[in-house]
């Protein structure tokens, strides 16, 4: 069974630093591009990050851009999120997903991805 798995959330202050994990098992992950989104309480999912198939485009949302890296290492299965200098905004369940068509570049639309994982949830405190 194909899955996307999020571990690594937590709850930390502002100004902290948390790295989210989603492991990825059942399909061939190093031909997909990966994204993250994310969903605080009473908002619509967010577009956060994405990552081509092979690692050398990147996008990020003007909200995270110099605060979040992300990576992925296909020989693990698994993408990245790294998050310094969290503020409060940034509270939310983060979620990774996997581009629907091999090969792509990443994207910011939600539409474009089809297999999403649990989330794991982000809890920034002021």
């Known amino acids: 069974q194909v899955q996307l798995v999020e571990s690594g959330g937590g709850l930390v202050q502002a100004g902290g630093s948390l790295r989210l994990s989603c492991a990825a098992s059942g399909r061939t992950f190093s031909n997909y591009a990966m994204g993250w989104f994310r969903q605080a309480p009473g908002k619509e999912r967010e577009f956060v990050t994405t990552?081509?198939?092979?690692?050398?485009?990147?996008y990020y949302a003007d909200s995270v851009k110099g605060r979040f890296t992300i990576s992925r290492d296909n020989a693990k299965r698994t993408v990245y999120l790294q998050m310094n200098s969290l503020k409060p905004g940034d509270t939310a369940v983060y979620h990774c997903a996997a581009d629907r068509s091999a090969y792509g570049l990443g994207s910011a639309l939600r539409a474009n991805f089809g297999l999403w994982g649990q989330g794991t949830q982000v809890t920034v405190s002021s």
């Open positions: 990552i081509s198939w092979r690692g050398g485009n990147i």
